[in-house]
């Protein structure tokens, strides 16, 4: 029974520490300068404006990840992007899932309120996010977002509100 008990404390103590890091990282990762992997962090404090006409979009076609930031509530994120017809956009997926709901809060965020910067490299663009929903982008997104990520993705999860795709528009 000693043994047991010894073994039982050692993993309760290792599941503590592990959550505690956990947490760390959640809070240290607001104070950043931009996220760290998949956890949301803080405000962009670096790079470069973007000065001049709307950017020839099509060097993201083969970049995997971008990060954003909404401007309220000021909190980065990492995510993938799209580029179709010349105009970029990034999906959100699990958002009829209590892990979604519960991990991915920035997409009703958006909604409200959807002022973002992209940051491509050292390069920060002003956005608007606008969530997308016609069914002939719809169709070309989800087929981009297989082509690209292999995701397996298909316009009944967009039209089900599982997956959710944002059109990133030119902002002033």
């Known amino acids: 029974m000693g043994m047991l008990r010894i073994l039982l404390r050692t993993v309760v103590g290792v599941i503590v520490i592990m959550a505690l890091g956990i947490g760390a990282l959640v809070v240290l990762a607001r104070f950043s ?6 956890v949301a962090g803080g405000p962009f404090r670096s790079g470069e404006p973007h ?7 099509s060097f993201v076609r083969d970049v995997d990840t971008v990060e954003f930031q909404l401007l ?20 959100s997926g699990y958002m009829t899932t209590s892990w979604g709901r519960l991990w991915k809060q920035w997409p009703p965020e958006a909604e409200r309120d959807g002022r973002a910067l992209l940051r491509v490299g050292d390069t920060v663009y002003p956005r608007q996010l ?25 316009p009944a999860a967009v ?4 997956l959710w795709l944002f059109e990133l528009q030119s902002r002033p």
Do not use: F, M
């Open 130 to 154: 606008v969530r997308v929903g016609d069914s002939a982008r719809v169709a070309a997104l989800v087929a981009e977002i297989n082509r690209k990520y292999g995701a397996g993705a298909t």
């Open 33 to 38: 300068d931009g996220p760290i992997a998949i």
């Open 72 to 91: 309220d509530p000021p909190r980065s994120r990492t995510t993938w992007i799209l580029l179709h017809e010349g105009r970029i956009y990034i999906p």
């Open 159 to 162: 039209e089900s509100g599982y």
């Open 51 to 57: 000065q001049g006409p709307e950017p020839d979009w």
